[in-house]
T-cell receptor
Framework: GDSVTQMEGPVTLSEEAFLTINCTYT??????LFWYVQYPGEGLQLLLK?????DKGSNKGFEATYRKETTSFHLEKGSVQVSDSAVYFC???????????FGQGTTLQVKP | DVKVTQSSRYLVKRTGEKVFLECVQD?????MFWYRQDPGLGLRLIYF?????MKEKGDIPEGYSVSREKKERFSLILESASTNQTSMYLC???WGQGVFYEQYFGPGTRLTVT
């Protein structure tokens, strides 16, 4: 079945460091891909998304490119801030359903 | 702004109790979802609903039931709570298809069963 695999955390970075969180997926057909973020004590909120191959989603300095050839959707940010400390979830939506399938989440801690 | 609210942020119940978790959304979304979130396991879908009075099982429905009598409200029921149901429960709603698809989440209910 369809699935999402994220790199294990926690990831600890210093402020202004470069961030990559890896995400790979297994799916039939043409899924849409998402990154959600969960700040401490809150629910999840959509960070960015891509609906077809080679699309790049971007928001708040974060980017991810839908790579069908490598079945990946890695999250990147050039310079992280302390306020980016959160749990990041990669997710896919199979083309024929309204459900999301989530990865296990990656905790990011940014130190000043 | 879309708002998804959950009835409690924290809840403590005893083993064997019947537990109701309520979720309300204010944007007329057709689809509503219940997940549980556990460390290292991500979010797992318990039940979802595409319309009033309709429900479908997700990946881990055992020990849970749901009710959707009105479009804006989706309830999760633990018929007889057990300690392995201690978790964070997240409700979500969604609208749209294709490039417009997005799920909106509530703040979560942290349930402890003792």
């Amino acid at each position: 079945g369809d699935s999402v695999t994220q790199m294990e955390g926690p990831v600890t970075l210093s402020e202004e460091a470069f961030l990559t969180i890896n995400c790979t997926y297994t799916a039939t057909g043409y899924p849409s891909l998402f990154w959600y973020v969960q700040y401490p004590g809150e629910g999840l909120q959509l960070l960015l998304k891509a609906t077809k191959a080679d699309d790049k989603g971007s928001n708040k300095g974060f980017e991810a490119t839908y790579r069908k050839e490598t079945t990946s959707f890695h999250l990147e940010k050039g310079s992280v801030q302390v306020s980016d400390s959160a749990v990041y979830f990669c997710a896919l939506k199979p083309g024929n359903t309204g459900k999301l399938i989530f990865g296990q989440g990656t905790t990011l801690q940014v130190k000043p | 702004d879309v708002k998804v609210t959950q009835s409690s942020r924290y809840l403590v119940k005893r083993t064997g109790e019947k537990v109701f978790l309520e979720c309300v959304q204010d944007m007329d979304h057709e689809n509503m979802f219940w997940y549980r979130q556990d460390p290292g396991l991500g979010l797992r879908l318990i039940y979802f609903s595409y319309d009033v009075k309709m429900k479908e099982k997700g990946d881990i429905p055992e020990g849970y039931s749901v009710s959707r009598e009105k479009k804006e409200r989706f309830s999760l029921i633990l018929e007889s709570a057990s300690t392995n149901q201690t978790s964070m429960y997240l409700c979500a709603s969604s609208w749209g298809q294709g490039v417009f698809y997005e799920q909106y989440f509530g703040p979560g209910t942290r349930l402890t069963v003792t």
